[in-house]
Structure formats: C-alpha cells, structure tokens
C-alpha cells in the first residue's frame, strides 16, 4: 500500500482574496472551516480523487521561492488564452530563472505563489 495525494495547502494572509481567485482559477467552489480556513473542493463532475485545496490563513507575507507548486493545465490545450485568463483574476507573469524554452508558463497567484501552466499534460512520456 502507498500514499497519495489529496489535497495541497497554501498559506495565505487573505483567505477570500485566495479563495476567489484559486476558486475561479480551478473552477472549484469553497467551503469556509473553523479557524479561518477555507476548503476548495473540485467541481462534482470529476473524479472523487481529484485534489482539494486548503487555505489556511498566516499572519506573514511569502518570503522567497516556493519549494513547491502546482502544475495546472489548460481546459481547452490552448496555453495563451488560459493564462490571459488567470492573469485577468489577479494572477502575473514571474521569472524563477527560466530560460524561455521550458514547457510551461511560470505565474505567481494574487500573493506572490508560484505556479506552472503546463505546455502539454504532464502525464505524457
């Protein structure tokens, strides 16, 4: 038997600022916690592995590069106009030292997180 993953948490400062824009950004809906914490959870059409994600809120701001991040992908395959949109929801461009050849798009969410658009799916060999 083996692990997996189920769920990715981020810290953030502005739990409803982060939960509208990863909300919109993954088409998920959320659900506010005790504490403060808000849970996206995956639309009900896809499959009940699919990640949650857990916003929990931190009284500092990001400092430095995230030692890890999300991949996303786009609906459609179509790169640009996907990240047109996540920058039209308050995501940016960031460079993280990439070279302009990499398979992917390097964004950062409304508080600086880094994360990937994925040039073709990551399960391909």
Request: charged share 25%.
């Amino acid at each position: 038997m083996v692990s997996t993953i189920s769920q990715w948490t981020l810290d953030v400062r502005d739990v409803s600022m982060m939960a509208a824009f990863w909300s919109e950004a993954l088409g998920y809906h959320s659900e506010h916690l005790s504490g403060g914490e808000v849970k996206l959870l995956p639309p009900h059409d896809v499959p009940e592995s699919a990640l949650t994600v857990l916003l929990q809120p931190v009284a500092g701001p990001k400092s430095g590069k995230n030692r890890n991040h999300p991949d996303l992908t786009a609906p459609d395959g179509d790169v640009d106009i996907e990240v047109e949109r996540l920058i039209a929801l308050g995501a940016k461009r960031v460079d993280v030292g990439q070279t302009g050849d990499e398979p992917f798009v390097v964004l950062a969410d409304p508080e600086g997180n880094e994360f990937c658009l994925l040039r073709s799916p990551s399960r391909s060999v």
